[in-house]
């Protein structure tokens, strides 16, 4: 966890410092973060399980979101593309969120969920599946962002923004509770082990 977060930190921070504040302000109300009032998370390791963690995680995801949604309106008004802070959303959408985030959902929460028989509806879980695919596919269309028409980068753009930020919700909203209601806390506490291992 702690080379994660110093890779993140690394990654964005320069980036993140010379967001645009009217970008900042003006990003849609709607699209606010799914943990919006949440209380700020443990620092003592033995509190964790596998929620607090990937909560940390949105928020890792929501701020680069909140980078991919300023370069849209540098777009949308007519100025330019920066190559180098779309190489970060790029490298951190294939290396965090793929390599990474989605793992930990998919081979480790789901199967425990499904394991211990938690009324995971098959519309939640596959379309949290989905959610993945689809930015998968997102971020491989946003590597041709050179070759790509205007009106085709910024759709592809805002498919993403809107993606990562319904799957966010979705998990937020329906996966995380099934896991705070439904596994106890010895196996809380195994997946999280389990979760801290990939890096």
Known sequence: MKKIKQWIK?????SLDKVD???EESFPASDSPAWAGHEPLPTDPETYNPTHLLREEHRHIMQM???LHAQIENLQQGKNLHPEKMQEIILFME???DKNHYTKAENILF???EKCGAPLTQYSFDAVKQDHLLSIKLVN???QYTTLSHEEL???MLQLKDVCTEHTLREENFIFPLVEKHLSK???KSLFNQMKSIV
């Open 10 to 14: 690394q990654l964005l921070r320069p």
């Open 21 to 23: 504040e009217s970008s």
């Open 65 to 67: 979101i909140y980078l």
């Open 95 to 97: 290396n965090f969120v």
């Open 111 to 113: 199967p425990a969920l």
């Open 141 to 143: 269309r946003l590597k």
């Open 154 to 156: 910024i759709n592809t």
């Open 186 to 188: 010895s196996t809380q």
